[in-house]
């Protein structure tokens, strides 16, 4: 097996995330696949990503930007981030550090296209793409047939 270097950065997109009483995060409305949207564009009230970065405990960030880029939108958003603190000590045999900070968009203009996550650090950048947006319509909801008019009277 083959040991993992360098950092590394994962982009989860979801509706919501929250910071619970003990310290987790709870995600809301994980997207699993593409992001389909019923209309173009589609407004959302905010759309938040979870961002791990993960890398050597010797080469910890001193920097942190993150930049998303919505298909069709001309400016990215972008965001210095304060790096949280990482534990004054580590377990034996311990090797990585991780950092997961969300991070929202609000209000979010959702466009069909690619979804582009750089990750922006003290010596480079990593490109890691979220996700797609689709346009998926709403199925039209079969009407009625019209009602029978009754026979005249005689």
Excluded at 18 to 29: A, F, I, M, P, S
Excluded at 95 to 106: D, G, W
Excluded at 117 to 125: A, Y
Aim: hydrophobic share 45%.
């Amino acid at each position: 097996m083959t040991a993992v270097t360098g950092r590394q950065a994962l982009v989860l997109p979801c509706q919501d995330i929250r910071l619970e009483h003990d310290g987790k995060l709870t995600l809301v409305g994980l997207f699993t696949g593409n992001i389909a949207i019923p209309v173009v564009p589609t407004i959302v009230p905010q759309l938040m990503f979870l961002i791990v970065i993960d890398g050597d405990l010797d080469e910890r960030l001193k920097s942190l930007t993150i930049e998303i880029h919505l298909p069709q939108i001309k400016e990215p958003t972008k965001a210095e981030i304060p790096l949280p603190p990482l534990p004054p000590t580590f377990l034996e045999g311990q090797k990585r550090f991780r950092y997961q900070i969300p991070f929202a968009i609000a209000p979010a203009v959702l466009n069909p296209g690619r979804i582009v996550c750089k990750i922006i650090h003290d010596k480079g950048e990593i490109e890691t793409g979220a996700r797609w947006i689709v346009h998926a319509p709403l199925p039209a909801i079969a009407s009625a047939p019209p009602p029978t008019p009754a026979p005249p009277k005689q």
